[in-house]
């Protein structure tokens, strides 16, 4: 039977249908290619879908041809979402139902959200991928390489070092009405993650992030900045940027210090660390960090200096 597919922009009522398309096809990737054990199934009310449907709404926010979908009739079968900052185009989501994967859904929507990046000036292409054959397909089609995996990395119970006064960095805190200090950290942001993402940072630290810029007491020069949350069911460390990659363990270092002052006992902490970033990973183990997964990470190119960086998290890095 021949099936009539509309390709077009999300409209804001369709981003929880879009989100059940994630939740379905995510949980049929994983179970098909790495099978999963009981304690592992995710519960229907686990939150997955409610935090993708917030997800796909906040890229919509930016524009609404950053989020399509893929119709059959008024059923959407398939979503694409991309977050554009500056130069920088990066794919957060590509999935299509499974009963309708491997017959050119995906190839559409990807045609389309890639032509988004293009007509909006970016030369800079990259996502996160599944081991989905179909997905390595797609991606490498599209003419993007793989790049070093990025690593998620959890503390249950973190052991975070005691503050050191030695470290020859002064510490401003991220006031987002401080104009100097912000335009200081995109700055930061231009040299280390690639590209200037004031809005992103803003949006953090609203929602109760706390964080620093740190510049060096010898010279006065920035050294690099970071950001921590609390606020979540597990808290977050990151964005974490220096400047100097050798300085890169001492911003870490106060990183971690601002998360132990966290004042909620017992919580848990994440940092996702692009695999380029070879000196964050004794630091981290020592305070208790193990790895969970590695992600798949394809570009057109090297999006930043990633040897002296971790991310926020992998959607927006
Ligand atoms: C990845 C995904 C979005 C692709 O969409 P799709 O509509 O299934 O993909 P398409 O049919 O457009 O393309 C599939 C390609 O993979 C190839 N392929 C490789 N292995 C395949 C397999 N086992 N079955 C089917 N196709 C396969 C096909 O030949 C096709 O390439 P071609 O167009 O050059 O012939 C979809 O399969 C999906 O949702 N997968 C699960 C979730 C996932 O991994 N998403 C990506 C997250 S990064």
Request: charge should be negative.
């Amino acid at each position: 039977m021949a099936e009539e597919l509309t390709y077009r922009p999300a409209r804001s009522d369709e981003l929880a249908a879009a989100a059940r398309v994630y939740v379905l096809a995510d949980n049929d990737t994983d179970q098909r290619l790495h099978g999963r054990s009981l304690d592992e199934v995710p519960r229907p009310d686990d939150g997955e879908e409610t935090a993708a449907r917030d997800d796909l709404a906040l890229l919509h926010a930016d524009a609404p041809d950053r989020v399509w979908v893929a119709l059959r009739g008024d059923e959407v079968v398939g979503v694409a979402a991309a977050a554009i900052r500056e130069r920088h185009w990066h794919l957060v989501y590509l999935f299509v139902v499974p009963e309708a994967q491997g017959r050119g859904i995906g190839r559409e929507l990807l045609e389309r959200i890639h032509a988004v990046g293009i007509a909006a000036g970016c030369d800079l292409f990259s996502l996160q991928a599944s081991d989905d054959p179909k997905a390595l397909t797609r991606y490498l089609a599209l003419g993007l390489g793989p790049h070093p995996p990025s690593i998620d990395l959890r503390a249950p119970a973190p052991t975070f070092p005691p503050p050191r006064v030695d470290d020859g960095l002064e510490s401003h805190p991220l006031d987002p009405d401080d104009a100097a200090v912000m335009a200081t950290v995109g700055d930061i942001d231009r040299l280390v993650r690639g590209v200037r993402r004031p809005q992103d940072l803003r949006r953090w630290l609203a929602a109760g992030a706390a964080g620093s810029l740190l510049t060096r007491r010898d010279t006065g020069a920035p050294a690099g900045y970071y950001l921590v949350s609390d606020r979540g069911e597990q808290g977050r460390i990151g964005p974490v940027a220096a400047i100097d990659e050798e300085r890169f363990a001492a911003v870490l270092a106060r990183a971690l210090v601002a998360a132990a002052a966290s004042p909620r006992a017992g919580l848990a902490w994440r940092i996702d660390v692009p695999g380029e970033n070879r000196g964050a990973i004794a630091p981290l183990f020592a305070a208790g960090f193990r790895p969970r997964r590695l992600s798949n990470v394809f570009a057109s190119a090297p999006i930043g200096r990633f040897d002296r960086y971790a991310y926020h998290d992998e959607d927006l890095l």
